[in-house]
Structures are given as C-alpha cells and as structure tokens.
C-alpha cells in the first residue's frame, strides 16, 4: 500500500480527526505503519495475551469477543472497514494484557501501529504524540461511560428479575 493511500485512510479515523488536514503530521504517522493481512476465522488479537499494536480495519469485518466467567466465548461487537473501525489502542498506553479477542470475519487487512514506534514518533513529534494520545484517551472515556450505562442496565434488569421472582413464590395467607 502506498503512503498516500495509508495517509487517506488515517485520514477517515475517528482517533485522527485532530490532525486530519495536516498533511505533514500524517505522513509521519503514516511513516511508522505496517500492514497486515490475515483470512476469515484468524485470531487477531487474543485476550489474555500482551499486545504492543493499535490496528485499523482497511478491508473485511472483525467481531469482538469477550470471555463470559464460564469461558464462553460473546460477541461484544462487530467491525466493518468501510466505517474506519480501529481497536487494540490501549497498547499504544500500556503494556497490559489484552482485554478482549478479535476474530478475523472475512478477510482482513489492517494499518497497523506499534507501541514503540509510536512513542518514538511522540518524542520526535511531541504534539503528535500528545495529540493522538488525547484522542486515544477520548475515546477510551466514552467506552468506559458506555460501560458504566450498561451495568446500572444489567444492574435493574437484575433487581427486576429477583423481585419479580420473589413476588411469584409469595403464598397469599
């Protein structure tokens, strides 16, 4: 894949909406991709494993999967290309574990970014760097606010259920 065409889908990313129009700064970050190819049902990403890699979905559709306590795999959600989908950010952060499995749907081809290279881009390019790991921030504060909404759901859903249980067993005197 030629820069202009790495640069044009970094251009469609949601993480880098704040240097978009920024020819230069995304040349720089499209200097430090790689890109990666894999077939339908390849494991991506699993979790429990160490990751150092932010991917973008260019082309197919990828499912996140979660382990449920019974290790049972769930579909959290799904990723198609054609809506510059990105995930693994949180290793360009850290150097934990991998919170989820992604599983390759189709064929896929991602951009991928790696930690180091990543950084070493930030200390070249301090604004860069702060740029993009603001926007990684952003967007890890708005799924974690998503997952907040979602145990108070669970949360009632679960007081419901019990108290409609307990009301089905009361014996009238």
Known sequence: MDEMA?????????????IKNDRERLAKLAGIVSIRR????????????????????????VSVLKRTLDNELYTIETLKADEAPFFGELALLDKELRSASVLADSDCEFVVINRDDFN????????????????VGMALSRRLRKA?????????????????SSNLEEVPE
């Open 38 to 61: 894999c077939k339908a049902g390849h494991e991506v990403i699993k979790e429990g494993d160490e990751g150092a890699d932010l991917y973008i979905l260019k082309k197919g559709s």
């Open 6 to 18: 790495v640069i044009e889908k970094l251009r469609k990313v949601k993480l880098f909406d704040t």
């Open 120 to 135: 070493r881009l930030g200390d070249e390019d301090p604004l860069l760097g702060l740029l993009v790991t603001r926007a």
């Open 148 to 164: 907040n909404q979602d145990m108070i759901t669970l949360f009632e859903a679960l007081v419901g259920e019990v108290a409609e």
